[in-house]
């Protein structure tokens, strides 16, 4: 499998679908109109989200007619709907797309939306990313082994280098952290959510007036819509960490490549508040236990080394402030990728 090869063509495909979105955004092409998915209205689709996916999907399917692909609107090619895995006993590769991810910010023309294109092998093994925001006009895009980079030009992280790139920072409170609601707004996940919302914000110690406060106390968190461009950030070195439970494996497949070759790490997103069972368990809380259909995900970015410390000691310092930070946020059941809900 020639990473380059498959790399430059995601590309091309990112601008094809991406001139798709421009254009309807703009006012010129498809509606926006949104419609809900099985009446959810934080959960939308639009005609250019099915017209973008049947675009890409015809383009590989031209290009490498033996390859399995995976979109978000119409599941495998082959029509499975579960038990798909990533490994594949046809020996060939997945494509793993999302039209747009950020439908909501694309029909209120809110200008973080992406589309998002992946490639696994035969093993499973995420190896290119391609994520376009072409209302901004960013790319991004990795291969295995290739780096990232920003519009092919720009390697990431943003400033990239051994004297610039930013030192893992020493405490939650330095950190910026990326931090999505989802689209399941019942009661019992959306407390949930909030009450990490808030643990996250509060005070690492003291006294809000309603009793001890032992919050996380992080600089600040962010919400902008789309998981893919989230990913995107915390691989530009933008935010610290960047938290998920209840996306899929088409919003974070790309970003996975993307943040890996930018020297970031992706995690467990398990939550760990509350379980004293668990607690910071450590096998929890690796690149190896990472699970990417798991619908939990924690990206952490990458981080220089200390001059005095031993190589890799930028990354450890921040997969032990990402244990750190999964014991202020709750856990939520999910039903795995492949999985039927029923």
Known sequence: MDHQEILNFAIHLAHRGGAIIRDAFNGQGLSVDAVAKQGNPSDLVTEVDQHVERTVRALIAERYPTHRILGEEDGMADGQTTGWTLANDRHVPTWIVDPIDGTTNFAQRFPFTAISIAVSDAEGNLCVGVVYNPILNELYSARVDG?????????????????????????????????????????????????????????????????????????????????????????????????????????????????????GAMLSGCGLYGRPEVNTAKELVTEAAFDPLGRKYLAVRGAADHPALDPGSGKAAMISLARELLTHLEDIEVTRDGVSDA
Do not use: K
């Open 147 to 263: 780096g990232a980079w920003l519009n092919q030009t720009t390697r990431l992280p943003f400033p990239h280098g051994p004297e610039a790139a930013a030192r893992a920072p020493q405490s939650l409170s330095e950190c910026l952290i990326g931090f999505e609601h989802g689209s399941d707004r019942t009661q019992a996940v959306l407390d949930s959510r909030l009450a990490s919302h808030r643990r996250l914000l509060a005070r690492s110690a003291g006294d809000n007036g309603e009793g001890q406060v032992h919050g996380a106390q992080v600089r600040g968190v962010r919400c902008i819509g789309a998981g893919s461009l989230d990913m995107c950030l915390v691989a530009r070195g933008a935010y610290d960490m960047y938290w998920e439970i209840g996306s899929h494996l088409w919003d974070i497949a790309a970003g996975t490549v993307i943040l890996r070759e930018a020297g």
